[in-house]
């Protein structure tokens, strides 16, 4: 960079991370945050007969599809909304003074806060859902945190356009100037990361530079935590007794999933374990034919596509089970399948994902040739076992939870719903940070931190912990878990 | 480092933490795991007599605290038996299946799992309470995570001779066979935090050693969090008509919070902010004759604290407000004061820990004064406030709650009592992961990860997650929390 591009960059990124910090958003209430993010939701909605087309024209996805993105992006919102509303997020304890104890327990009002300044990138497969007012600004907004987004170089037309909604819905809705803005370019991106007032990082993309913003965030004089998704090969297994029971239906299944949208989900599934000579590979290839083929998101993700999927396809270990149709836009979906000796010795080879309409068939021969492969898998996203009622998988299953945040079971890993109990997280490399979440009601802990105040005076406590429970949250008070609105039977 | 001393240390070290991987300890039950607890609590108690003195041999520290030290680690580990017996820390949530949302939502079972094998490293100054069996062990193992602990040079026979007492009380008990283990060493210690085996370290020791820890724990190929507590100057703001009100009270507090034990603690209150030309001062110097010496933990950190010492005091802009007695061995307390104005041109030398009985004085004019000092402050593990209680301190509160994992009103940070609300950490470089905790119930929530079960059949749910909540924990229904033994009033 020239000198007078770092100034450039620098300013933009300062003047956007120094207003959301001299926004204080982070003292504003739980109501009035819940108000705003249902203001973002209604704005979103409003603008969507104009925003689906823009998507199409930068993403290539279908509106169909786009506009279901839409609508989940609204409901995500809606959510976190509910979720503040309920309040238990903010684990607020009360233990009461006990002079006998050794060392003697003060009186302590604890709950959780938010961090300050957090900075989220977007994802290109995703232009609503993780992007600009996606889940990570959702999570983050509602827990008190104003947002700094760097916008994806891959709908940059459609970025402007949520973040100028947003900020406009926002100053309608009373919200301080400075909550959420927006800025672009890869410098910028950097510039956030090393920002000193940014708190923590949210982030949606690849391995390599979502590695490379992890080293730098940990790198920091003051480091700060960052919570990369990176995409994931997310496991299959067929156990035999499916595969003879119902070799369609999973046939349609897997087609159906891997395929979806180009095959641009990071909880695509990659890499399906299949019992050798059942006829599953047989029915998986009769529909590929009917498959859809789909421009990818970017030029450089088709080639990138191209080289990836014709680099397995050339190996000597490499079946070509079925290669779709396809024209000079559009990719075609592939199925390749492999040995389990072929996956284990070249595994690094097979397990750098593969992002697009692809999937891997390992065929297994028995169950201790299935050990062998999932032993040398990495983290995922997901993990999914298609079984038939009678048999007994508490093994694998158990097996699977240890490199896996979700695990299903006879359905498909794409598609994340918005829950309570969602988890869209997992061990390296499928995210940075394993214990977390970016989808689901406890995405929303990655901005808070706890405070405790001892023996403070009631005017300092916060409503949240005042006497008598005023507003009405799950709290626990000396060690007991007291839910407004239920009696002690 | 020679080749055999790698292969050494490799070996060592590769044998605890596989024997740790193969005990299958994460699959255990909470019953069991409470037990196990309550064994070693009773093993370590039991063996009170001959630990106090073993430990007073290596540190230094009195009999009496190290006596009390004991009672309170015994307290923790009951404490985390207690907390995984209650059971929410699991987050237990069930979604019940609806397919009219977008996008549609499957059965849903969440709840948190251990991660694996851990690593522990022991601190000097609590050779109890933060080592072999402290914490953040106590925390793992509730958890399920089996514990590979690396002792402190300060005190090895102690922490050898509670790995064995530990070890054989695990046994007797029945709990799996490497579970708990220890290493010793420089070299083991990085080995340790490299083992690919390895999911999480808990470090409680110094700014430097623990940054290099976790640029290592960063570096890693697949990076593992890293929870370090770093220490801290634990400042303390005395309002004016605090110092007026009851000088003298408050300067007994200070001088037996930053003399007690030698000032080794990392809480212990190194900067305070009292009014320009109050009584305080004379209050505070008129204890120093009598405030207790004591000999340091190591010889290193005697040095250290001579060195330390010596160059704040011969500074121009530093006024020596009283020394205490000291001999050979013992460190001798140490009072000194500073203009606002020279703390905060040479704040990186003033915030620069000097671990050991010294505090420093920052006197202020009057609140802009005030909270130009604190705009320099770095995080810290406590924060306190001496008020009188017609003050409004809430703008004071808030400020400092930013920086400070615990604030305090009208006592000492020294003394970190265990509690379900208690907060023990704060922002860098106070610890390397803020937004989690050492001390106190939350601390078990280092050690775990989610796991969803999507469309689970009833065999692989954990009994905590099972229909009709069989062992009685709260859990969050269709978004509703449900704490049982209460009804829907």
């Known amino acids: 960079m020239t000198t007078d591009t770092q100034s450039r960059v620098a300013a933009a990124v ?6 959301a910090a001299a926004s204080g958003f982070e003292t504003t209430s739980r109501a009035d945050r819940a108000r705003w993010l249902r203001a973002l939701a209604d704005a979103l909605d409003a603008d969507r007969a104009a925003l689906v087309p823009l998507a199409h024209a930068e993403t290539h ?3 169909a599809r786009l506009d279901g993105e839409v609508t989940r992006t609204v409901g995500q919102l809606r959510f976190f909304a509910a979720v503040i509303e309920e309040g238990s997020y903010l684990e607020a304890t009360i233990d009461s003074a006990d002079a006998t104890l050794t060392p003697p327990r003060p009186a302590l009002h604890r709950m959780l806060r938010p961090l300050g300044p957090v900075a989220v990138f977007s994802a ?3 232009p609503f859902a993780f992007s600009v007012l996606g889940n990570d600004t959702a999570s983050a907004l509602a827990a008190g945190c104003p947002v700094v987004v760097k916008g994806h170089p891959g709908h940059p037309e459609l970025s ?3 973040a100028e909604l947003a900020t406009q819905a926002l100053a309608d809705a009373g919200a301080p100037s400075g909550a959420l803005s927006l800025v672009e ?3 910028e991106g950097v510039a956030l990361v090393e920002h000193p007032s940014v708190t923590a990082v949210g982030f949606t993309g690849s391995l390599r530079g979502g590695r490379a913003l992890f080293d730098i965030a940990s790198a920091r004089p003051a480091p700060i935590p960052f919570y990369g998704e990176l995409g994931s090969l997310n496991p299959v297994v067929v156990t035999e007794a499916a595969a003879a029971a119902r070799a369609a239906g999973v046939a349609e299944g897997l087609v159906g999933s891997f395929t979806r949208d180009g095959g641009q989900y990071c909880t695509k599934p990659g890499i399906v374990f299949v019992p050798s000579g059942a006829g599953l590979e047989g029915e998986v290839a009769a529909r590929i034919p009917g498959a859809p083929a789909q421009q990818l998101l970017t030029q450089g993700m088709s080639d990138a596509f191209a080289r990836g999927s014709s680099a397995l396809a050339d190996r000597d ?3 070509v089970v079925a290669v779709g149709a396809a024209d000079d836009a559009a990719s075609a979906p592939t199925v390749l399948a492999v040995s389990v000796d072929a996956f284990a010795a070249a595994h690094e080879t097979f397990l750098t994902e593969c992002f697009g309409p692809l999937t891997l068939l390992v065929r297994y021969a028995d169950r201790a040739e299935l050990d062998r492969a999932i032993a040398v898998l990495e983290g995922s996203l997901t993990a999914t076992i298609h079984c038939e009622p009678d048999e007994d998988v508490s093994s694998l299953t158990e097996r699977l939870s240890r490199i896996a945040g979700r695990v299903l079971f006879n359905g498909w890993p794409t598609g994340v719903a918005i829950a309570w109990g969602q988890q869209h997280g997992g061990p390296w490399p499928a995210t940075t940070a394993s214990i977390h979440t970016s989808v689901g009601a406890t995405a929303i802990r990655r901005w808070l931190t706890p405070l405790a105040l001892q023996d403070a ?10 006497a008598g429970n005023p507003l009405g949250i799950p709290r626990r008070e000396d060690g007991v878990l007291v839910v407004p609105g239920t009696e002690r039977a």
Do not use: C, I, Q, Y
Not at 14 to 19: G, N
Not at 459 to 466: D, H, I, M, R
């Open 61 to 63: 996805l279908s509106e």
């Open 185 to 187: 370019g890869v410098e």
């Open 14 to 19: 300062d003047r956007a991370v120094e207003d």
């Open 160 to 162: 402007r356009r949520v």
């Open 317 to 319: 270990d490499v079946e």
């Open 124 to 126: 290109s497969n995703f």
């Open 457 to 466: 005076p009631a005017s300092v406590l916060p409503a949240e912990l005042a």
